[in-house]
């Protein structure tokens, strides 16, 4: 283990790109899962680690992404946290979270998982409705979701999001009901919720309402459960179980990217690493970090952009270099101010785009 002095915290993502089959609505870098090709992946990213192994920094959120994460073998998870612990300090308490698909979830593997430090899980439900679920073209009925749940539960994991996709073309407030009513049940302490995109329909009038109407509704009924909503599509049940390592990001804070497309931002600049892995291969055996993209987009912009996505707003002093833009969008209702900080009206979320290209 190295000794540190001087230590500062950051968060760090890992970017497992693997899966059996491709769904059509993820806009995620994707490859098809090969046993060959995920061991010589896992090889390259526990170099990459020791490219980047830092004495200023000290982890202490980490977040496995994907792709589907829960694809990687107990081994596999093992070597790239023992190469995490050799190259890095973990703060005590460190969020440790690994995707999860429902269809990938056994009792062995999660106990593994948790022996070795992961203690919190994202599963992606996207619904315990079957017609969603077929509509979705998903690999998991809802037994198995079910099963998942309580699987992890009993693995000894307290700490679960759940991820569900609302505004589904045949979705009505009755499914997401149930949907929700299945997390209470299992006292679930955090929920995700998106909306469908990326889907063309031939009435976008009537998909812009559908949208509008299954997300306030969802936004209420999980308020009525419990679960307070802090950021756009997220919710949980006190503020112990909001995600810190997704709050890095909205806060403005630093994260390494890991693997191949992982993003990251350090010392003010945000990177991004090649989205091809044969060149990520190329790289990392040459020993030269992947990065083929950074940019630095002025703080306090970044700052904005990041910050109105969550409910309580960031500080009033962060506008101080848009001042026509924030009495605009203050005295039309968009933004509201509270206690010396702006916010989003939490009756126009779903303008946020609109609302942050005045500042873009």
Known sequence: MLKYTTMKKIGVYIHIPFCKRKCFYCHFLKYAYEPELVEKYVNALIKEIRLRADSRYIVDTLYFGGGSPG?????????????????????????ITLEMNPEDVNGEKLKTLHEQGINRLSLGIQSFATADLTYLKRAHSREQSLTAVEEAQNAGFTSLNLDFIISLPDQDKKILEQNFLAARKYKIPHISAYILEGIKEKNEGKKEQRDHDLYFFSRDLLASFGYRQYEVSNFARGKKSRSKHNLKYWQNKEYMGLGTGASGYEAGVDYKNTTSIKNYFAGIAAGRLPHVETGKLACDTRRIVMGLRLLEGIAASSFKNYPRELEMLLSGGLLLERSGRIAVHPDKILLLNEILGYFI
């Open 71 to 95: 694809l990687l073998s107990g081994k596999q998870t093992a070597a790239i946290m023992a190469a995490l612990r050799e190259n890095f300090g973990f703060a005590p308490g460190c969020e």
